[in-house]
T-cell receptor
Framework: DQQVKQNSPSLSVQEGRISILNCDYT??????FLWYKKYPAEGPTFLIS?????DKNEDGRFTVFLNKSAKHLSLHIVPSQPGDSAVYFC??????????????FGQGTTLQVKP | DSGVTQTPKHLITATGQRVTLRCSPRSGDLSVYWYQQSLDQGLQFLIQYYNGEERAKGNILERFSAQQFPDLHSELNLSSLELGDSALYFC????????????FGNGTRLTVT
């Protein structure tokens, strides 16, 4: 049972344009969401997070939006740069799961930003 | 550099064998998590330790076990290896439980032949 889903395996955008990566979840107990970026031969790197009490969080070029009623979150990258080309993972956590902090990950979306 | 160190980077072994993967968490982090990433798959949670004690268990096979030592480093033991165990194994650490981002090491790539 895939509790966190990233339905787009890949996305290609032009440099300078907006990249929008999407993520859906099924578990209504999730209340903390994160985005990670992964380059080849490296581990995932934490990018940005949002808790369920917010619907938006910004950090520089990166903004995460959360729509709890739709169980959907998205990551916006503006403007996109070639160095943003990587695999992006959406992850979620539920406080009710014993406060362990474990994350459930989506399958990832490969973003390619073309110069 | 995340501060999480995993060794070895690569491991090639035969079916039926046993291997140990090692992880040193970031300084000050008490929680250690193990994840498995098979080809073209997402990261599957295996197990978590907090300050030496098992905190949460995921889809970890009975052939796999882990522990966290008093110095907080952790080891993941994989035994009776099968071809399907070939994967990237990531270790992550965090300061505490819920609400803290996990910081990942660069992984150990295990190839079972």
């Amino acid at each position: 049972d895939q509790q966190v889903k990233q339905n787009s395996p890949s996305l290609s955008v032009q440099e300078g344009r907006i990249s929008i990566l999407n993520c859906d979840y099924t578990n209504s107990m999730f209340d903390y969401f994160l985005w990670y970026k992964k380059y080849p031969a490296e581990g995932p790197t934490f990018l940005i997070s949002i808790s369920s009490i917010k619907d938006k969080n910004e950090d520089g070029r990166f903004t995460v939006f959360l729509n709890k009623s739709a169980k959907h979150l998205s990551l916006h990258i503006v403007p996109s740069q070639p160095g943003d080309s990587a695999v992006y993972f959406c992850a979620a956590s539920a406080y009710g799961s014993g406060n362990t902090g474990k994350l459930i990950f989506g399958q990832g979306t490969t973003l390619q930003v073309k110069p | 550099d995340s501060g999480v160190t995993q060794t070895p980077k690569h491991l090639i072994t035969a079916t039926g064998q046993r291997v140990t993967l090692r992880c040193s968490p970031r300084s000050g982090d008490l929680s250690v998590y193990w994840y498995q990433q098979s080809l073209d798959q997402g990261l599957q949670f295996l197990i978590q330790y907090y300050n030496g004690e098992e905190r949460a268990k995921g889809n970890i096979l009975e052939r796999f076990s882990a522990q966290q030592f008093p110095d907080l480093h952790s080891e993941l033991n994989l035994s009776s290896l099968e071809l399907g165990d070939s994967a990237l194994y990531f270790c992550a650490s965090s300061v505490e439980g819920f609400g803290s981002p996990l910081h990942f090491g660069n992984g150990t790539r295990l190839t079972v032949t």
